[in-house]
């Protein structure tokens, strides 16, 4: 276990300086941020000045090694446009886009493996049927698209919901979030439901085909021929064997869910890193998207990290190593 | 003697999409208390079929389509599920093929066995744990406190069955089917599980439905034996009787074409041909492709006769001075 998780760090550190390198030349090759922060009028003396206290006058390889050096003593640069540090714009972002990805996840899970049994246990009945096709319109369904329908619904013609913002937010635990206030939560509805709808689908039908695979299997038959309850059966000999799968896919969705709620956010005005991401690409604020990539590929890391964990813990196979 | 298992005229069809699969086709036998009983056939014959409709899990589109199961008196079809559940490893229990299949991989043996205990009885965690204990020291599992809290892939094929045994004898049942139970193990194991099932059949008074393809394993082991040929029964006896003088031509057939039978150095003799299709099976007798005894009155139906304990199903039966 502990060569693992060593093996594991050292590889996340290969992954996280990759990232950087690609990111930072990829960023200098779209443009100079020089054009887009210094008003057109300003002299050349102006102009070579900014560009000095940015350190934008130096050949790319000083100012990667300046930023790699920064790096490790923890500064990831300060944003160009907002001339704050760059790590706390996205630790001030990083809540609301964490609680937006969590309650989406949450919803899928909650909906869609209750969804996915019934679809499994009962095959190709009308049930089914409507949850299947469900699933084939939360699949194909563009989410931008899906998510503008759900403001024109819920918005704009019932007026049920809000469709913009945050809302209040309450404090819990010295932890402030839209979940702790009737009004966050309010805000909080529509778009969870916009990231989450993907996610349902791919939940509802990996659980569905995991019914169906274990089903059959002689241990599923020896369980009844012992007199164990049919509802046993389900939520503990199968369901236990669907959660391997399960977990591996979710740990996956989750870290693509917290990267891509980019499109949600767009379409919510959510204030996640989402949208700083965007806003700051536009703006070519390289610290700002450097760091934000850094961040995210950590928590990628983080997060198959613990899938790893939680399948040792599902899979017995997994924990003890091989057969004796 | 009052027979522990009584079927009386079961069929099993299974409904598909290319039409009606007989699988089980007007079976009867009985098993009495404390008898072995020997179920041989090939592949496909329907003697796994007949083990699961008398526990009434036949995966549809298979049913239950007529007979009686009468288990103790008691007709098991008119049973609700319910009612069906609580019989089902607490009065017959049942040994699958493949013990790498049958225990669940994500579940430790202690479950597995304990969930056993509580789904009939109710008696605390604790409880149920010394009980399962005891069972797998019964057949035979070295250290069965610290086995118990093993996975199944932590135990090779033979002791799993060992551990599905246990299970099986748990609550002590009347009945225990057995099906193929050490077709998937090798040789030496397989004639350990057959002592110990033996002995232990013995030793609690159960009743035993051997199901087998391999008529060596049924010759040491049954006290009876039925030959099932497409979804019937064709001939019923005592073991000694129908292996020494069979009277159904298949019965014969089996018999030339096991490895034993046949002095060294000649061929076996296979039954040539193959089974009918389940599908589509010839009306009358559906050995009679195969069959070098056939004559046109086998094109109809030939019904059950019983002769000196022997039951057949056959228009020309081998005779034998003795029978």
């Not at chain 1, 609301?96 to 899970?109: C, K, R, S």
Request: charged letters at 20%; glycine letters at 8%; hydrophobic letters at 50%.
């Amino acid at each position: 276990m502990t060569v693992f998780v060593i093996r594991r760090f050292l590889q996340s550190i290969a992954v996280l300086i990759v990232t950087a390198v690609i990111v930072f030349i990829g960023i200098y090759a779209i443009g100079d941020p020089a054009e887009m922060l210094i008003a057109p009028d300003a002299s050349p003396a102006e102009r070579a000045q900014v560009v000095a206290s940015l350190g934008l006058d130096k050949p790319l390889w000083e100012q990667f090694f300046t930023f790699a050096w920064n790096a490790l003593h923890g500064d990831l640069g300060r944003s160009f446009v907002f001339n704050r540090p760059s790590i706390a714009l996205i630790f001030e972002r990083l809540p609301a886009t964490l609680e937006l990805t969590l309650t989406g996840l949450v919803f899928a899970l909650v909906l869609g493996i209750p969804l996915g049994l019934v679809s499994g246990l009962k095959p190709n009945s009308p049930t089914d049927e409507v949850i299947m096709t469900g699933s084939i319109f939360g699949f194909s369904l563009p989410s931008f698209w899906q998510g503008m329908m759900l403001i024109m619904i819920f918005s704009v013609w019932l007026g049920w919901l809000p469709s913009t913002g945050r809302g209040q937010m309450g404090e819990f635990l010295g932890i402030r979030s839209s979940l702790f206030t009737l009004d966050g939560l309010t805000h909080l509805i529509l778009p969870a439901i916009n990231l989450s709808l993907f996610k349902l689908s791919l939940v509802i039908r990996l659980t569905r085909t995991g019914v169906r695979e274990t089903m059959p299997l002689d241990f599923v038959k020896f369980a009844r021929a012992k007199g164990v309850s049919e509802r046993r059966i389900v939520f503990v000999h199968v369901f236990k064997n669907i959660l391997i799968p399960l977990i591996t896919v979710i740990g996956l969705e989750l870290g693509s869910m917290l990267a891509f709620a980019v499109v949600t956010e767009t379409i919510f005005a959510w204030p996640g890193i989402g949208k700083l991401l965007i806003d700051s690409i536009m703006r070519l604020d390289r610290p700002v998207v450097v760091a934000y990539l850094l961040v995210i590929v950590s928590l990628f890391i983080f997060i198959n990290f613990v899938v790893d964990v939680l399948y040792s813990l599902v899979d017995p196979r997994v924990r003890l190593g091989g057969a004796q | 003697m009052t027979p522990v298992l009584e079927v009386k005229n079961l069929s099993t069809h299974f409904m598909t999409r290319r039409g009606v699969l007989k699988a089980v086709d007007d079976v009867s036998f009985t098993v009495g208390e404390r008898e072995i009983v020997g179920l041989v056939g090939e592949s496909g014959s329907g003697k796994s079929i007949t083990g699961f409709s008398i526990l009434g899990l036949v995966d549809p589109p298979g049913r239950v389509v007529s007979g009686q199961i009468l288990f103790n008196g008691e007709d098991l079809l008119t049973k609700s599920p319910t009612a069906m559940r609580a019989i089902r490893g607490k009065r017959i229990a049942m040994i699958f093929q493949d013990p790498m299949m049958t225990l669940n991989p994500v579940l430790s043996v202690a479950t597995q066995m304990i969930e056993t205990v509580q789904a009939h009885d109710r008696v605390s965690r604790a409880e149920a744990r010394a009980r399962s204990r005891d069972a797998l020291g019964l057949v035979g599992i070295p250290s069965p406190e610290e086995r118990l809290d093993s996975y199944p892939h932590q135990f090779s094929g033979g002791m799993r069955q060992r551990v599905a045994i246990a299970i099986a004898l748990l609550h002590r049942p009347d009945l225990i089917i057995a099906d193929e139970p050490t077709t998937a193990l090798d040789v030496t194991i397989q004639s350990q599980i057959l002592f110990e099932i033996k002995r232990l059949a013995a030793e609690f008074g159960m009743a035993l439905i051997w199901i087998s393809h391999d008529l060596g394993v049924v010759a040491a082991l049954a006290d009876r034996i039925m030959v099932m040929y497409a979804g019937r029964i064709v001939e019923a006896g005592q073991v000694d009787g129908v292996l020494t003088a069979p009277r159904h031509p298949y019965t014969s057939g089996l018999l030339s074409a096991v490895p034993a039978a046949v002095p060294r150095g000649e061929p076996l003799r296979p039954i040539p041909g193959f089974a009918p299709s389940p599908l589509s099976r010839p009306s009358g007798c559906a050995f009679r492709d195969r069959c070098a005894r056939a004559t046109d009155l086998c094109a109809t139906e030939p019904m059950l006769e019983i002769a000196a304990g022997r039951e057949f199903r056959c228009f020309h039966p081998h005779l034998w001075s003795a029978a």
